[in-house]
């Protein structure tokens, strides 16, 4: 094929001529150079000429591929769509993939009807965490409607093959591009590539088989759960299309911080003070527990220094889904007292005196007067 003609010189006409110049140009080239009436001995070679320039030019998509390129060669054999992504390509899927919609497999017919899997979360404290306990979720889902139990049908109404796409779920549209022409199949907006119409669809739902609800679900939360761990609760995710699987809803448990008790796994660590005399002499301290109304016995050992830890075994949290719990690990806060009276004072004298400890004995008078009050 000549590659390099001027079809707008064979026409006479400018680059910028619109359709209908064009048309006319064409209609008084063609009219002079008809073989039948033009006995010139190149007239017939010329009238093809300007058959094929009106024949490129009246056309919008070879116009500007033309335009663009300066011949038409190659038009029309440029890739499609399919053979750049290697076949079996399916715009519906990248279209649907991009927004959300119903995807397609690709080349296949087959459309996601089931719904999708939702996420919620949960703060518990935890003392909830360690007993265990059950907790109620409010949020808002497409949830299976009620009217017509999901199945998308009005009273007497039943499933037809969709008149838009026959059944395939995928319409297709020819558009253009730099390429050229090209085939996109999306999927069918009349079905939502589900192939499938009602007849006489549920009003509540428009034949979705689904409805935004406000869904309330009670979670049972284990004894032992984690901070972020998840659970799913089956069938409470987005409602399916008339009737398909539901997805599921993903529970993330958050467990607030404690005051007193800080978690390691399973063990718990927690603060406890003692006197210095009890840091020195040893004692049994009863501190709470992370369960409701235990008490826990702390054995301090004699000689204890400040932030010596007491494990204490099996009373941390319980271990999840087995017998057993971590440990309780106590860290010693050893206190020394603000406060004396005079009789405690001498104590404390005698004791830095037996120790051969130089302590400040010598006290002013308003001092004194103080000690003798308190
Ligand atoms: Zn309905
Ligand atoms: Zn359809």
Known sequence: MASSKD???????????????????????????????????????????????????????????YDRYGSVDGYGQGPSIDDIFGGG??????????????????????????????GASIKITLQQAATGCSKEIAYNRLAPCHSCNGSGCAEGGSQVSCSTCHGTGQVVTTQRSFLGQMQVRSVCPDCNGTGVTID?????????????????????????FRDGQQLRVEGYGEAGVRGARSGDLIVTVIIEEDERFQR??????????????????????EIEGIMPDEVVEVTIPAGSQFDDEVRVQNMGMPHLRRDGRGDLIVHIDVVVPQKLNEHQRKLLEELAESMNEQVNARRTPWQRLRERLS
Not at 94 to 109: E, P, Q, W
Not at 269 to 283: D, P
């Open 89 to 118: 390509f399916d715009m519906g899927d990248l279209f649907s993939s991009f927004f959300g919609g119903a995807a397609s497999g690709g080349g296949s017919r087959a459309v996601r009807l089931d719904g999708r899997d939702m």
């Open 264 to 285: 390691s796994g399973d063990d718990l660590h927690v603060r406890a003070e003692v006197s210095i005399a009890q840091a020195a002499l040893g004692a049994t301290l």
């Open 7 to 65: 079809y707008y010189e064979i026409l006479g006409v400018d680059k910028q001529a619109d359709d209908a110049t064009i048309r006319k140009a064409f209609h008084k080239k063609a009219r002079d150079l008809h073989p039948d009436i033009n006995k010139e001995p190149d007239a017939e070679e010329r009238f093809k000429e300007v058959n094929e320039a009106y024949e490129v030019l009246s056309d919008p998509k070879k116009r500007e591929f």
């Open 200 to 224: 006489n669809p549920c009003t509540e739902c428009q034949g979705q088989g689904r409805t935004p609800d406000r869904e309330r679900v009670s979670v049972k939360i284990p004894a032992g």
